[in-house]
C-alpha cells in the first residue's frame, strides 16, 4: 500500500535530482591581438575600429557573468612601449563603456606608465549582460574605440571572459512545481490531521 508520508521524501529527491541534473557551466574566452593604430591629428572625437570578439555560446546554455580586459599602449617593440592616445573603449557599438584614458599625451598612468601597458578591466553588470543577449547569440562582439587626442591608438591584447549557465528548461520548471505541489498538499494533510 502506497504510504504518503514515506514517498514524500523520496518524491522531494527525485524532483530535484531530475531538476538539477544538467546545471554544468562553461567557460568562454575570447582574445584579439595587440592595436596599434596610425598617428592622428584630428578632428576628434574620432571614431577607430579595433575588431570583434568571435566565440561560441554551448546550446542550451546563457550568459551570466562576464569580464573584458586589456592595456592601453603594448610592447610589441621589444624595448619600447607605445602609449596610446587619450581615447575612450565601447563594445555592442558603443552603446557600453569598457575602459577610457585621457592623458592628453602627458605621457604617463592611466594610458601608459612610461614603463609598461596600464592594465585596465570591466565586469559587465546585468543590464549589460540583457542588452547583449543578442550579441552573445551571433557569437560575435564588436570593440571600438573613439579617439580623442592627438597621437596614436595602442593596446595589448584584449580578452573577454564569459562564464555560462544552463538555460531554465521545461524539465526543471516541472520538478520545481512538483515539490511546490508535494509540500502544499503535504501542509493540507497537516492541517486536516491536527482537526
Do not use: H
Not at 530535484?16 to 598617428?39: C, E, Q, R
Not at 546554455?61 to 599602449?73: A, K, M, P
Not at 621589444?78 to 557599438?93: E, Y
Amino acid at each position: 500500500m502506497f504510504n504518503r508520508k514515506s514517498a514524500l521524501p523520496l518524491l522531494l529527491s527525485a524532483a530535484l535530482v531530475l531538476g538539477f541534473v544538467p546545471l554544468a557551466g562553461a567557460d568562454t574566452i575570447s582574445t584579439l591581438p595587440s592595436y596599434d593604430g596610425t598617428a592622428s591629428f584630428g578632428p576628434f572625437p574620432s571614431p577607430v575600429t579595433i575588431g570583434s570578439f568571435s566565440f561560441s555560446i554551448p546550446a542550451g546554455q546563457i550568459v551570466y557573468s562576464g569580464t573584458l580586459s586589456g592595456t592601453f599602449g603594448n610592447n610589441d617593440v621589444p624595448g619600447t612601449t607605445d602609449v596610446s592616445a587619450p581615447v575612450a573603449l565601447f563594445i555592442d557599438g558603443g552603446s557600453i563603456e569598457v575602459a577610457s584614458c585621457d592623458d592628453s599625451l602627458s605621457y604617463s598612468a592611466p594610458c601608459d606608465s612610461g614603463f609598461s601597458p596600464t592594465t585596465w578591466s570591466y565586469t559587465l553588470t546585468k543590464a549589460d549582460l540583457a542588452a547583449l543577449s543578442a550579441a552573445f547569440a551571433s557569437g560575435s562582439l564588436d570593440l571600438t574605440a573613439v579617439q580623442n587626442g592627438v597621437g596614436a591608438v595602442n593596446a595589448g591584447s584584449l580578452t573577454l571572459d564569459v562564464s555560462t549557465t544552463p538555460e531554465p528548461n521545461g524539465f526543471w520548471l516541472l520538478a520545481t512545481g512538483i515539490v511546490g505541489l508535494v509540500l502544499v498538499n503535504r501542509a493540507r494533510s497537516t492541517k486536516s490531521t491536527r482537526v
